[in-house]
């Protein structure tokens, strides 16, 4: 392909399952990171407080950094980011939890489906 057919943009989509053995751990942390950001107004810090006191996986995705995760990468510059976290059933013995079947698809499908990659937007 040419320069001006292909996009400068990559979308990168990571899929985490963690397991949060310690609660009052990670809610600590993610309390002391709100308390730690002094650019953060009143309003918001009574709000991200709250929030991440009751439900830990909001006081996880609170603690997640996708700034950091790319910081090192020469040659790269992060436009945006977005994630969140939910609690989740989880059976690790599960078909529906096989990631190796599913990064097949998903390589086939990013990898053969040409047309449908041009049309998406980023």
Known sequence: MSTPETSRFVRLRVELVLE???EEAVTGAAL???ADDEGLPDAERTH???TVTEDTAEALAHL???FGLVA???GVELH???WSSERIDYDP???EWDVDDEDEDEFHNESYDDEDRAGRSG
Do not use: L, T, W
């Open 20 to 22: 949060i053995d310690d």
């Open 32 to 34: 002391r990171g709100i």
């Open 48 to 50: 991200a407080e709250r």
């Open 64 to 66: 997640v950094d996708p």
């Open 72 to 74: 090192g990468v020469p």
């Open 80 to 82: 945006q980011a977005s």
């Open 93 to 95: 013995d599960s078909p």
